[in-house]
């Protein structure tokens, strides 16, 4: 993985079909996804339930791109290398999941991969601070995890633009996660963002039978970036 700041649209296949996920990776990549993120939920840290290791590993040989994987779980650290062993090229752990982060971000990179830390949307960006040289990535929630289909909180994006200043020049993504879509996704990356999970916003429509409207979807976000107006 060879960093650089463009941005770059990380489809969240919690909106994908669940009995068809390897052909609804390959239609994403097909049409353009640059990573696949992958929203690990516990039914304990957030009020779902969706994913683990097996999954992971099963789906593994279709990602083309890169495996991102968000671990939306407490604790944290016994799973890090399983997810490791599925395939993880990035494993993303919260800094309110446990009383160790630094620790676990120790572990995610002993494991080999690279390590995110994601911050909820009540958790201040000085919680970071302290993190930022030994993180690949900081996903800032832009909604209340557990759930898609929800609009982007409002107050976040100051957080992005603070967290953008204190990363400097440091090779460090930070990551957009939920309610994101043409009006949102060009007022994040003006704030400082470089990747955008999205997923109703690039499912929505399309299928792996019309797999054409995953790239329009994809299309209209990266345009509404490029022109730098929502809309």
């Known amino acids: 993985m060879t960093f650089d700041r463009s941005p770059k649209l990380a489809p969240s296949i919690l909106s994908a079909d669940f009995a068809n996920f ?4 390959r239609a994403i990549e097909e049409q353009g996804a640059d ?4 929203d690990v939920m516990d039914g304990h840290f957030v009020p779902n339930l969706t994913f683990g290791p ?4 099963a789906i593994r ?4 791109t890169v495996m991102d994987v968000h671990l939306m779980i407490a ?3 016994p799973y890090i ?7 993880a090229d990035v494993i993303s752990a919260h800094v309110e999941s446990g009383p160790h982060i630094h620790r676990t971000l120790q572990a995610i990179r002993g494991a080999g991969c690279r ?4 911050i909820n949307p009540g958790t201040p960006a000085e919680a970071v601070e302290n993190l930022l040289d030994m993180v690949d990535l900081i996903n800032v929630m832009t909604v209340n995890p557990g759930f898609g289909g929800q609009k982007f909180i409002e107050s976040q ?3 992005i633009r603070r967290l953008r200043a204190m990363i400097g020049d440091r090779p460090v993504h930070i990551e957009i996660d939920g309610g994101i879509d043409a009006t949102t996704a060009p007022r994040a990356i003006a704030a400082g963002a470089d990747i955008l999970v999205a997923g109703s916003a690039i499912f929505s429509g399309g299928s792996v039978e019309r797999p054409a409207v995953y790239g329009e979807n994809m299309n209209r976000l990266r345009k509404a970036i490029t022109a730098g107006n929502p809309g």
């Open 22 to 25: 390897g052909a609804e990776i």
């Open 35 to 38: 990573w696949v993120h992958v």
């Open 54 to 57: 097996a999954l992971c590993a």
């Open 61 to 64: 040989p279709h990602i083309r």
């Open 75 to 77: 604790p944290v650290d």
């Open 81 to 87: 290398e399983a997810f490791s062993k599925a395939g």
């Open 115 to 118: 390590a995110g830390v994601a």
């Open 157 to 159: 994006y100051e957080k």
